[in-house]
């Protein structure tokens, strides 16, 4: 007796030339896979530039360049747009990313036009990046509400260092915005109607087979 797929990995797939209809079904594995691969280099890339906009803005300070009422709205905000530019453009990378066992694709939600591909344009990857942001801050609210504030409770009642206290807050509201980003992921974006288009899942043959059509059609001729 076959066993039935995990949900933390991809169905197996035995057609040797899938269609467009035969798309893979979302599940955690998938979204997990998705979110780190926008997860950490948005993190990572964040965290580079925002050090890196904290030493220009000394040296501007410093240096008697710009005043202290003019740096201190991009030293408080600096690091937030930063994060959003970049969480942008990281979007747009995978949303046309070949994954190991599936690559991310958009197709068309209208009824008469389901197996059309669509491709990752400016707007439609606006779309999905504002999905992501938005409900990542309605979430990381409710957090903020829930979580972070009794904590700050429990750890005021042991009196850490402030130092200690820095970084728990830090290390908690970092762990709080990733689990609430893979969640969004699989819950609000993979398979959902999002204006004209979807995001869905088709297996990789697809991907290698179209490469090897495309690589073995003969050049037109002029």
């Not at 009422?69 to 937030?80: E, V, W």
């Not at 747009?81 to 994954?99: H, Q, S």
């Amino acid at each position: 007796m076959l066993n039935a797929p995990s949900i933390l990995e991809p169905p197996a797939r035995t057609s040797l030339v899938p269609g467009l209809d035969d798309h893979v079904q979302p599940n955690l594995g998938h979204a997990l896979r998705i979110w780190w691969a926008y997860y950490w280099p948005t993190t990572l890339i964040t965290f580079i530039l925002s050090y890196l906009l904290g030493l220009a803005i000394r040296a501007l300070y410093e240096n008697f360049v710009a005043s202290a009422n003019l740096l201190l709205p991009i030293s408080k905000y600096g690091s937030y747009v930063i994060n959003y530019i970049v969480a942008f453009f990281v979007m747009r990378y995978v949303l046309g990313k070949t994954f190991r066992h599936f690559k991310l694709i958009l197709i068309s939600n209208a009824s008469d036009s389901s197996s059309q591909l669509l491709q990752p344009t400016f707007m439609r990857t606006l779309r999905v990046w504002w999905i992501l942001t938005w409900c990542t801050v309605l979430y990381g609210l409710l957090g903020l509400a829930f979580v972070l504030y009794p904590m700050q409770w429990f750890v005021g009642i042991f009196r850490p260092s402030p130092l200690f206290a820095s970084l728990f807050f830090l290390l908690l509201g970092t762990a709080l915005g990733g689990a609430f980003s893979l969640f969004i992921i699989y819950s609000n974006i993979l398979e959902e109607d999002i204006g004209d288009f979807r995001v869905a899942l088709s297996p990789r043959q697809i991907a290698e087979y179209e490469k090897k059509s495309l690589a073995s059609d003969p050049a037109p001729l002029g």
